[in-house]
């Protein structure tokens, strides 16, 4: 088996720093087994208690643990894989970290692995690759952790498409200088000392693409924001106006003398002259 750390697809050029995304030509195909890298695939059960921090996965959902050097410090919670095996493929939430495991081994979820091996082999080589701005883009949700006051805040964001990059918050009323806040291994962001709320966000994820959310405040649970990172609608075809040409109308005829008509003019002169 190959040992390979996961390639993220390139990166865009551009911060969007309001409630819109960078510039997106059009959504990215699924990437192909030709595209993607070679692995191993490994059939586990996950617990509730995933390193990404995620609550309340349902047990048959599409999940990957990677390995500890790719996990980093929660730097690929969120993103999707698209890993493809013997029997067909399937697209996994990078949702935990496998400490077990070498760069280019997934733990994959029970039900993600039987969608593309034999689960009886318990092991299935593959090829799989990051999937950028997975369609449809997703409703972010954030989630305040219930220990959070004024003094210290935590904040997890799920549903957010592609991993995040950074996260930076200020007054939502007073506004003001933006405040990077720290990830953890566990994937919350924290910042000291921020005060009451509520608060603005702004999340920028791998890609630069970016959205601000107003209005978080330190209430417990979670919370759907409205706001999404990216979108895949194609850009709108360019508006072409065709302007009609002005009709004119023509013009009468102007009459051409004729050569009767000329030798009668020089007779009548000559009448006249003599």
Not at 110 to 116: D, L
Request: aromatic share 8%.
């Amino acid at each position: 088996m190959a040992t390979t750390q996961i390639a993220l697809p390139p990166s865009s050029s551009g911060v969007a720093t309001k409630r819109t995304t960078s510039p997106s030509p059009s959504p990215s195909p699924t990437p192909s087994p030709s595209s993607a890298v070679p692995g191993e695939a490994r059939y586990y059960s996950f617990s509730p208690g995933v390193a990404c921090s995620y609550q309340d996965l349902p047990v048959d959902g599409f999940y990957v643990g990677i390995s500890t050097s790719e996990y980093g410090n929660a730097d690929l919670c969120g993103a999707y894989l698209d890993v493809h095996g013997p029997y067909g493929e399937v697209r996994v939430l990078i949702a935990d970290r496998c400490p077990g495991c070498a760069p280019g081994q997934l733990d994959l979820s029970t039900a993600a692995f039987e969608q593309i091996a034999d689960p009886s082999q318990g092991v299935a080589d593959i090829r799989y690759s990051v999937v950028r701005d997975p369609d449809p883009a997703p409703e972010m949700i954030y989630e305040v952790k219930p220990d959070s006051s004024a003094s210290w805040m935590a904040i997890l964001f799920s549903n957010t498409g592609n991993p995040l990059r950074q996260v930076a918050i200020r007054p939502a009323e007073d506004g003001g200088e933006w405040q990077d806040l720290t990830r953890g291994p566990d994937n919350h962001w924290t910042i000291s000392g921020a005060g009451e709320g509520p608060f603005a966000v702004r999340v920028t994820d791998l890609y630069d693409h970016a959205t601000e959310i107003y209005g978080l405040t330190l209430d417990p649970g979670p919370h759907l924001t409205g706001a999404r990172l990216y979108t895949n609608e194609p850009p709108p075809e360019p508006t072409t106006t065709t302007t009609e040409p002005a009709i004119v109308p023509p013009s009468a005829p102007t009459a051409m003398p004729t050569a009767a008509g000329s030798e009668a003019d020089r007779a009548l002169a000559e009448c006249k002259a003599g």
